[in-house]
């Protein structure tokens, strides 16, 4: 219609001007009126309006007038010519236009790709893909999703579903099934099956069919080729998105096995090396104390008891350090706060480590008039012995072991220091990390101490840091803010 008026108009005001213009200016008029039509309409009104153009030109202008009779050779040409050039521009015209639109939707669907692979790029779970997954169907297809993923320790399709959770049933996992097995496998579709019901499709990796997703249109509206080419794209990228999550999970669950398997063996092999020396002393007492000489002297049965003491005090340490890092690490661990003054619960810590540092010059001072801490006194006591234990394994039989209670900066520290040799610094920020040794140091202790002198620190809301000492030896200084 909008051809048939352009060529009708534009004849009519040519005609009143037509003895003035000529005959062959009106046809070129009517080559631009058809080019200028091909720009807006398709090919079948272009070619419409030309035989149109052709028809009225012909018999309205060429002379004689009102009559499809031509005299002239040179006009019949000049009819055909310009039919001709009608017909073929606007054609061609017509077909970039149409290349335009395509190369103009193909960018825009790049445009959607590239958009939704970073997207599936920012996930970090299976959970997460699908998430983006949904909400970009919605966006670009008003399509809503369920995914099914075949089984960790199996070849079948698990029943749990990711997505749309609504839109599990029997039925529906029945028809997923079989999609997955390849009985009814729709490869790259061209068309949507069903716009009212769930589409099912694999989705496949070089490795094989790693699950099925289920898509259902929200509107019921059939999609075209433009938009299935695009969903398959869609359904490439969410395949090989899944299958990279699945490969980390897998992953994982092997470094945290193997991981499990390696603390195991530390765990194992530190506390059996240190069951080793309390066990044997206490054989060797029991055995002692059985033998009718020996538990007749007094002296050899006090020296006898005061090693059976320190045994056990050794094996006590190893227990509760035990019981400490499984509540630390449950969240179990709860502290009973009360007042605490400083030169008191050193004074705890070295009684209870009166046996062990028999061998060794302690050196304690502490600043006076220091204000008290609220605080866990068990687990402070604990902790200040388990660094005190450590200073014992790492000096040599009659060195010293300096505690400093002091007042520094409104915060109360409390160092120990040791006479070994000290720490290489590439190693000090690791010591307290759980069973870590520094390389080539002295064998002995869980690995546990100074890791569980930490946590029960920081749950004071202290700190605690570790550095060589001036003259030789790791100080440990654990700060506290007073009450």
Not at 152 to 173: D, H, I, V
Not at 450 to 457: N, V
Request: net charge negative; charged share 20%.
């Amino acid at each position: 219609m909008i051809s048939f008026l352009a060529i009708v108009c534009v004849g009519a005001i040519c005609f009143l001007f037509s003895d003035t213009i000529g005959y062959q200016t009106v046809g070129l008029v009517f080559l631009i009126i058809v080019a200028a039509l091909s720009l807006f309409l398709g090919r079948g009104p272009v070619i419409f309006a030309a035989f149109l153009n052709f028809g009225i030109w012909n018999y309205f202008f060429i002379p004689p007038r009102f009559t499809f009779q031509i005299h002239n050779y040179y006009d019949i040409i000049t009819l055909f010519a310009n039919f001709l050039v009608a017909i073929v521009g606007g054609t061609l015209i017509n077909r970039i236009r149409s290349n335009q639109d395509m190369l103009r939707k193909s960018r825009e669907d790049i445009s959607i790709l590239f958009s939704f692979l970073e997207s599936l790029n920012n996930a970090n779970s299976i959970k997460d893909v699908v998430n983006k997954t949904r909400e970009e169907l919605a966006k670009h297809f008003h399509a809503d999703a369920i995914i099914y993923l075949r089984e960790k320790e199996g070849l079948g399709l698990a029943r749990k579903a990711f997505g749309n959770l609504e839109l599990f049933n029997e039925e529906e996992y029945e028809a997923a099934l079989r999609i997955f097995t390849g009985n009814t496998n729709p490869g790259m579709r061209k068309e949507f099956p069903d716009p009212g019901k769930q589409a099912y499709f694999p989705l496949i990796v070089p490795r094989g069919t790693i699950g099925v997703i289920g898509i259902i249109i929200k509107d019921c509206k059939a999609f075209t080729e433009a938009e299935m080419t695009l969903l398959n794209s869609f359904l490439a990228q969410i395949s090989s998105t899944l299958d990279r999550e699945i490969n980390i999970d897998i992953a994982k669950k092997k470094l945290i096995y193997s991981e499990s398997e390696k603390l195991f063996q530390t765990v194992l092999n530190s506390v059996s090396h240190e069951l080793r020396t309390p066990i044997a002393i206490i054989s060797a007492a029991v055995s002692n104390l059985t033998d009718a000489q020996t538990s007749g002297n007094e002296d050899i049965r006090r020296q006898i008891c005061e090693e059976l003491q320190t045994a056990s005090n050794r094996l006590n340490l190893l227990v509760e350090n035990l019981l400490d890092i499984s509540r630390i690490e449950s969240g179990k661990l709860k502290l009973h706060f009360q007042d605490c003054d400083i030169s008191d619960l050193v004074g705890i810590a070295l009684n209870e480590m009166k046996s062990e540092l028999a061998n060794y010059e302690v050196l304690v001072t502490v600043q006076e008039n220091l204000p008290a801490i609220r605080a866990d006194i068990n687990l402070l006591k604990q902790a200040l012995i388990n660094v005190i234990y450590n200073s014992t394994i790492y000096s040599p039989a009659g060195g010293k072991i300096m505690i400093d209670c002091r007042l520094n900066n409104g915060k109360i520290e409390i160092s120990i220091t040791d006479s070994g040799k000290g720490v290489p610094e590439p190693f000090l920020e690791n010591i307290f990390d759980k069973f870590y040794r520094v390389p080539g140091s002295k064998s002995g202790g869980t690995g546990l101490g100074l890791t569980i002198t930490r946590a029960i620190t920081e749950a004071h809301h202290g700190t605690v840091s570790a550095s060589n000492g001036k003259e030789g030896g790791l100080e440990i200084c654990i700060t506290f803010n007073p009450e």
